[in-house]
């Protein structure tokens, strides 16, 4: 399957910092989405991308489709305590499946 | 807000055993997945599904997994022939329209333990 590469792998930070994180892959995606996962439940939209160079906000977190169409990238501005969990991005390269980044976990220190 | 429900929460199967995990998708949506996450490791596709037949399957999707959808509602997945190395959260997600068009929406997933 496709590799969709995610850093860092986890990520320890005060509450308030600014949070970045990206997913790179090997091949071009049509589609990127970003996901949240709490433990025990299922991954949670946040953000989907459908343009190369596309912006898109949601609250507090940013996300952008990179202009190459191989990476992606996602921002959380002043972290709270429930941003914790596991931050995954999933990239559609072609036909009707979506493959899953390795994850970049995020601890928020009060 | 409409959600994907996923039932059981919990399965518990010896191995050799047949199991079927059960769907209900977003009500208008059309396209159906499921995926996998072994635990601590990453989600993996298994399989779409559109128009009563699948339209994607991965590797992982072999002659032990089929999938159905025997009413206007449920989705399911069966698995048979369990092995232990089929332990695993299994998730069902929905889109409005296909991949590239629509994001998917997640269950909560069924944990699946085989002993």
């Known amino acids: 399957g496709q590799q969709l590469n995610q850093s860092p792998q986890s990520m320890f930070i005060q509450e308030g910092e600014d949070v970045s994180m990206n997913c790179t892959s090997s091949s071009i995606f049509n589609t990127w989405l970003w996901y949240k996962q709490d433990p025990g439940e299922g991954p949670v939209l946040l953000i989907a991308?459908?343009?190369?160079?596309e912006l898109t906000s949601n609250g507090r977190l940013t996300a952008q489709f990179g202009i190459t169409r191989k990476d992606s990238f996602l921002n959380i501005s002043a972290s709270i305590p429930s941003d914790v969990g596991i931050y995954f991005c999933?990239?559609?390269?072609?036909?009707?499946?979506?493959?899953f980044g390795t994850g970049t976990s995020l601890t928020v220190i009060p | 807000e409409p959600e994907v429900t996923q039932t059981p929460s919990h399965q518990v199967t010896q191995m050799g055993q047949e199991v079927i995990l059960r769907c209900v998708p977003i009500?208008?949506?059309?396209?159906f997945y499921w995926y996998r996450q072994i635990l601590g490791q990453k989600v993996e596709f298994l399989v779409s599904f559109y128009n009563n037949e699948i339209s994607e399957k991965s590797e992982i999707f072999d002659d032990q997994f089929s999938v159905e959808r025997p009413d206007g509602s449920n989705f399911t997945l069966k698995i048979r022939s369990t092995k232990l190395e089929d332990s695993a959260m299994y998730f069902c997600?929905?889109?409005?329209?296909?991949?590239?068009?629509?994001?998917?929406?997640f269950g909560n997933g069924t944990r699946l333990t085989v002993t």
């Open positions: 997600a929905s889109s409005q329209q296909g991949a590239g068009n629509s994001p998917l929406h």
């Open positions: 009500s208008n949506h059309l396209y």
């Open positions: 999933a990239g559609h390269p072609s036909r009707n499946q979506f493959y």
């Open positions: 991308l459908y343009k190369a160079g």
